[in-house]
């Protein structure tokens, strides 16, 4: 049986005219983008397989590079989630339609504006000194090692509450020093969770984009500041994915 072939969705934008985006490489073909339209909103789609969509990297990849493309020709661009994709053109416009009043809120919220994002990333060796550092933890390591397995299995989780206290502590020294700064200069901002054992922070900053130039001369002048200690992995332009939340959803007509 053919696949069926339906509407998937990447983004939205302000726009009241047809918009013309060129092709994109989907699915194992080449698809051209187009745009439906109601009132002053448009979904930017591409014709796309009917099925479930699973978050690898080749599509999400496409997914991002297709709405980058959107974002350096519109002003206001609201991303949609990975992987939605509906049976009709009249499907994605009732879809549009429900969405309208969210949409019409956002595109005045993200317009001119883009996402910004740091990790940073404690280096191993700052973070070993930074324990030997702590006379408790060291004292408390010292008495476990000189115990016997059942008397010493209580002090190793008491250790490991120590070792979590501590290392929430420099978190929270890193959120005042580099996160508060830099939330300062954004529109918004936003701390993700954070990642395996060494990650000290995960944010999310929304900038005006005449301002990127000068989000970028902070940033670099805290890495001057603590790049001895920690890595930085500063990602971007994005679209306002951590500032923004929409349902999507098609009602019966």
């Given at each position: 049986m053919a696949e069926e072939t339906g509407v998937y969705i990447f983004c939205c934008i302000q726009a009241e005219g047809e918009k013309d985006f060129g092709t994109i490489e989907f699915e194992g073909e080449e698809r051209r983008l187009f745009t439906l339209h109601y009132k002053d909103a448009a979904v930017v789609a591409a014709h796309a397989p009917v099925k479930?969509?699973?978050?690898?990297k080749d599509p999400l990849m496409t997914h991002?590079?297709?709405?980058?493309k959107v974002m350096q020709e519109?002003?206001?661009v609201v991303?949609?989630?990975f992987g939605n994709v509906f049976k009709s053109k009249e499907d994605t416009e009732v879809l549009l339609e429900n969405l309208y009043?969210?949409?019409e809120k956002l595109f005045t919220e993200v317009r001119d504006k883009m996402e910004?994002?740091?990790?940073?990333?404690g280096k191993r060796e700052w973070l070993e000194s930074m324990v030997h550092q702590n006379d408790r933890m060291q004292k408390q390591k010292e008495t476990v090692k000189g115990k016997s397995e059942a008397a010493g299995y209580f002090d190793r989780i008491q250790l490991g509450e120590m070792a979590r206290d501590f290392f929430t502590d420099i978190q929270n020294d890193v959120e005042k020093r580099i996160?508060?700064?830099l939330a300062e200069l954004a529109e918004a901002a936003k701390k993700?969770?954070?990642?395996?054992?060494?990650m000290l922070l995960n944010g999310a900053y929304l900038i005006d984009r005449d301002k990127e130039e000068v989000f970028d001369a902070l940033v670099n002048e805290l890495y001057q500041t603590w790049g001895d200690y920690v890595d930085f992995k500063y990602t971007g332009p994005w679209a306002p994915y951590n500032f923004i939340h929409i349902q999507l959803k098609v009602e019966a007509s």
């Open positions: 479930i969509y699973h978050p690898k991002q590079a297709v709405i980058t519109e002003r206001a991303p949609i989630s009043p969210q949409l910004i994002g740091l990790k940073v990333v996160h508060e700064p993700n969770d954070t990642l395996g054992e060494k």
